[in-house]
């Protein structure tokens, strides 16, 4: 019989979630020869191990995780002879493609410590597994996503004071619709305006207004083509501080008025 794909089929699952220790050198696992399956989050809580590939080899201790995923170029084990505790799950389903972004960007080896809010939601899976209480699928999809988004919040709050430009980055594509302006997010970045826009230019090429005014718009855009709100409403709701701001700009950037995207939905509205 065919299988009918459900929603339930489209969220992530939970397959296992377990607490460990380890305290001989025999503990060595080698993803090039397991079959390729969901991706791996490993919580290091006490002691140390090392993950390697075939150009870099990376030490995880208290308060980092390595997160990979079977059939990958990658090995791991313990770095020394003292006891190795950790904290693992598996994670398979939908969003997987999350996890491969957080290794992407910020690398095999990420922050996670014990008691910040990754590492609990990490500890309530496994103790929920320990003591035979496996949630049902929508609970498990849930706490998945929230660990996944929790690791990529606790990856970039680490960079506020060591990489500022980077967690001003992530500030305007996060928090586009308020209707803050750059000196109040360069402020809480901790450096200046002109600093900001100097360094930002530099690295992603273009100034963090323009990037800030084109998120915006793609939202407004979106709005404008899919719900009946007033020019209004959508301005406010995509950060601009006034209508007449959201109809100039929205008119320079698409070469038409805000009113014309709407003409597919049967009705225009200016």
Known sequence: MKHVSSFLDTLPDVTVAREETHINDEYFWDNRTRMPGGWVIQQTLEGSAFYETTSCRYRVVSGSCMIFRHGEDSWYGLWDSAPYRLRWLQLSGG?????GALQQEFGPVLRMEEKGEA??????????VQQGIWRDRLYLAEAATQLLLALYREQVGGRQGVDPVAYGRHLLETQYRSP?????????????REHFTRE??????????????????????????????????????????????FHRAYGRHFGYPPGKARDHLGEAFS
């Open 119 to 128: 590492g609990t939601i990490l500890a309530g899976l496994v103790s929920d």
């Open 95 to 99: 969003i997987q493609n999350w996890a």
């Open 180 to 192: 803050r302006n750059l000196k109040e997010w360069a402020s809480e970045i901790g450096v200046t």
């Open 200 to 245: 930002f230019r530099i690295r992603y090429g273009e100034t963090p207004a323009a990037f800030l005014r084109r998120l915006r718009l793609e939202h407004a855009d979106r709005i404008l083509k899919t719900h009946h709100l007033t020019l209004a409403d959508v301005a406010a709701a995509s950060g601009f501080a006034s209508e007449q701001t």
